[in-house]
């Protein structure tokens, strides 16, 4: 890991330091490789709090174990996408999936209900048994675009899902950004996310932020410790600088006093 000579000569926001409990940037590996991997991990380590292995690639991809002990050594959370969970469970092989990820260094498991074939008590009763071994990252909203999306409903399912002892809980969007709390066209659900941060612990959910104009407005409306999640690999660096006010998009810019 590369030795950093961090400046401090500009009036920033202040910003937690690794291991943070808010302002996570939860970041999508898609499946790259080791070797991007590690020099993404060597550059930007300090900004990504989680990697979310998307879908089932964990479970096809033979370098996995190498994965997770070059997000172990930098200090980053590995999980696995709940959409892998919801396919074992269906299956009936959530036990295998434990011991399998345990073996190979996973440190998170993501449960979910996107495909809406897992009933929330069920969905709470994995949560309580797999926080026994893993950080658990609980998901409301289905994949479904055109699934409706009630505020209630997700308040309700949200809070269940903390209580039965989910670490965070993430509002879904998808890596598209179009749907759960997006419309179709990329834009927020203002309503769902101001009764979100209302009636729940904001520190605790992740909001699900694939496009930069949709982590722009959550920066603004809930400020620059808001988590957010579905992070591109490339855009780690970016959104740090969305969070420091560094890119003209949450740039407040104060002229320096003349002598």
């Not at 808001?226 to 490339?234: A, E, Q, T, Y």
Request: net charge negative; aromatic share 6%.
């Amino acid at each position: 890991m590369a030795v950093w000579d961090r400046p401090d000569f500009l009036e920033l926001p202040e910003r937690d330091r690794k291991p943070r409990s808010r302002g996570l940037s939860h970041v999508l590996d898609k499946g790259i490789t080791t070797a991007a991997l590690e020099a993404l991990l060597d550059q930007a380590a300090d900004f990504v709090d989680v990697l979310k292995i998307g879908w089932g690639i964990a479970y096809v991809d033979p370098t996995i174990k190498q994965r997770a002990a070059l997000c172990t050594a930098a200090g980053v959370t590995l999980s696995l996408g709940g959409t892998f969970l919801e396919v074992c469970e269906a299956q009936g092989r959530v036990d295998e999936l434990r011991r399998w990820a345990a073996g190979v260094g996973i440190h998170a498991i993501e449960v979910s209900d996107g495909l809406q074939a897992i009933t929330p008590a069920r969905k709470a009763e994995l949560i309580r048994s797999l926080s026994a071994d893993f950080v658990v990252f609980a998901e409301t909203g289905a994949k479904d675009g055109h699934a409706p999306v009630v505020t209630e409903q997700w308040l309700s399912e949200m809070a269940t899902d903390l209580e039965a002892g989910a670490a965070w809980v993430i509002s879904e969007g998808r890596e598209s950004g179009t749907v759960g709390m997006y419309h179709d066209d990329g834009s927020v659900r203002v309503e769902l996310v101001d009764a979100i941060a209302a009636r729940l612990p904001v520190d605790r959910v992740i909001f699900e932020a694939p496009r930069k104009a949709q982590q722009s407005w959550l920066i603004h409306h809930l400020g620059p410790d808001v988590n957010l999640g579905n992070i591109p690999l490339d855009e780690v660096l970016p959104l740090e600088t969305l969070r420091l006010g560094l890119r003209a998009d949450t740039a407040v810019v104060r002229a320096a006093a003349l002598p």
